[in-house]
């Protein structure tokens, strides 16, 4: 493989994004650059807004991306790495070892009364075509037509960036929550460990965990593999000393 086969990873001056894209380009023996002119080759990034534009032209060129995010689980950690997609669907085979490590216990499935609503923020969505309150307007009004069920609305804040490690948090959130709502949000996959179906609006791993048929909101998806989506997940996500190791790349290059 050429150097010009290899990914060129851009890099941003923020904190955790500039680690990631420096361990992603060890990793794959591949440039690393903080330029934002889209060069010949792949690319890769820990997309932030300032990238997105050369994001989308690499997009359109119809060149290999990978797209890096904080990881599905223990993000304080962890690192996300997908090949042609903003996540992974939890779909394949896995081992159980990565996801057992984290000590995620799954529970068991409970009851409750109303619809939560778990946007991401404006400054995302709007990255992908649509303001945070248009989608809670539009998928209000969806779920209206369905269900009488009271809607709550939680948005996502400063306080609560750590919401992946804290159970406690959880709990609180998914009292008395029939099933979870979300746009792409990883918070539907988190739900459905915690025992609360969700649905998603986009294709995106929480969407394999449950469903993208709103119309079913009081009939909810309950997976009875749960366990095995998520050791999917945790196989797909890295610590900053394996991706510089690569191992992220041998996993990505053969997708």
């Known amino acids: 493989m050429s150097s010009n086969d290899l990914p060129v990873t851009y890099l941003t001056p923020s904190g955790s994004c500039y680690a990631f894209g420096n361990a992603f380009a060890q990793g794959c023996r591949g440039r690393a650059t903080t330029s934002l002119v889209l060069r010949r080759a792949d690319f890769a990034g820990f997309v932030t807004p300032d990238l997105y534009p050369i994001f989308r032209e690499a997009q359109?060129?119809?060149?290999d991306w990978y797209y890096g995010d904080h990881a599905y689980f223990g993000r304080k950690s962890y690192f996300r790495v997908s090949k042609n997609a903003y996540q992974h669907d939890a779909l394949g085979e896995a081992k159980p070892d990565r996801f057992e490590k984290l000590g995620f216990p799954i529970q068991n499935w409970r009851g409750g009364s109303k619809i939560l609503l778990c946007p991401q923020s404006d400054v995302f969505m709007r990255l992908h075509g649509i303001s945070q309150e248009q989608w809670i307007q539009d998928t209000t009004r969806?779920?209206?037509?369905?269900?009488?069920?009271?809607?709550?609305?939680?948005?996502k804040s400063p306080s609560n960036q750590l919401w992946q490690t804290e159970r406690r948090f959880w709990q609180s959130l998914l009292d008395d929550v029939h099933a979870v709502v979300v746009y792409t949000s990883v918070a539907g996959v988190h739900a459905v460990l915690n025992g609360v179906p969700c649905f998603a609006t986009e294709k995106c791993a929480s969407a394999s965990f449950g469903s993208m048929d709103l119309s079913k909101i009081e009939t909810p998806v309950k997976p009875d593999n749960r366990e095995e989506m998520a050791w999917v997940l945790a196989e797909?996500?890295?610590?900053?000393?394996?991706l510089a190791r690569g191992m992220a790349w041998e996993k990505l290059r053969n997708q």
């Open 60 to 63: 359109e060129s119809g060149r």
């Open 142 to 155: 969806e779920i209206k037509r369905y269900t009488d069920r009271r809607v709550k609305i939680h948005l």
């Open 236 to 242: 797909n996500q890295w610590t900053l000393n394996e």
